[in-house]
């Protein structure tokens, strides 16, 4: 199995900024897609950014400009980078990865969400 560990949430003023991280680890022989996903109280859930393996990047039109994906391939790790955060930021992040595993199976696996606070 893969588990997926995140860390660097928190309470931040409006303007701030915070890093979230997200380590893979397990039986993985390669990691296609990894990304940020979100969901504020009362919505659904929705995509952040997303950065493929050979660094490609997507974003969603609301935090274009103000967050940067990027991953560390070598230590399965991929990274959000939140600067002039809004009220509108706060959500529980999750991470995602679409993992290639050593049986060849092809498994999307989720990290347990952080939260992240946007308030004065």
């Known amino acids: 199995q893969v588990q997926l560990v995140e860390s660097g949430g928190g309470l931040v003023q409006p303007g701030g900024s915070l890093r979230l991280s997200c380590a893979a680890s397990?039986?993985?022989?390669?990691?296609?897609?990894m990304g940020w996903y979100r969901q504020a109280p009362g919505k659904e859930r929705e995509l952040v950014a997303d950065?493929?393996?050979?660094?490609?990047?997507n974003y969603a039109d609301s935090v274009k400009g103000r967050f940067i994906i990027s991953r560390d391939n070598a230590k399965s790790t991929v990274y959000l980078q939140m600067n002039r955060l809004k009220p509108e930021d706060t959500a529980v992040y999750s991470c995602n990865a679409n993992v290639l595993m050593w049986t060849l199976n092809v498994i999307n696996f989720w990290g347990q969400g952080t939260q992240v606070t946007v308030s004065s």
């Open positions: 397990g039986s993985i022989r390669s990691i296609n897609t």
């Open positions: 950065i493929s393996s050979g660094g490609s990047t």
